[in-house]
């Protein structure tokens, strides 16, 4: 998992995420469990994911959520999520 952050954030923070990857048959299923203390409020933030499909031999192709990881690396193709906080 990669993390971009603002150049001032505290990055030792992530190590904060848990998340995990398993395979079950022919799905993935990717979680991460984001702390309460990331959140002021209800926030909007950009997200991306990708997952690349290897043989051993190097990248084949990938399957992603929105642009901007695969192929051009620009955070401005991310999508946003709405992270709400819990009740």
């Known amino acids: ?3 971009n952050f603002p150049a001032d954030a505290d990055k030792s923070s992530a190590d904060k995420i848990k ?4 395979r079950r ?17 209800d926030m909007i933030c950009g997200f991306n994911m990708i997952y690349n499909i290897n043989d051993g031999s190097g990248r084949r192709g ?7 990881i695969g192929d051009r690396k620009k ?3 991310w999508g946003f999520i709405l992270l709400k906080q819990p009740k």
């Not at 048959?25 to 409020?41: L, M, R, Y």
């Not at 990938?62 to 901007?68: S, V």
């Open 1 to 3: 998992m990669v993390y």
């Open 19 to 22: 998340r995990s990857a398993v």
């Open 25 to 41: 048959g022919d799905k993935s299923i990717f979680q991460a469990v984001i702390p309460v203390e990331f959140f002021n409020e």
């Open 62 to 68: 990938y399957l992603a959520w929105r642009n901007g």
């Open 75 to 77: 955070s401005a193709d």
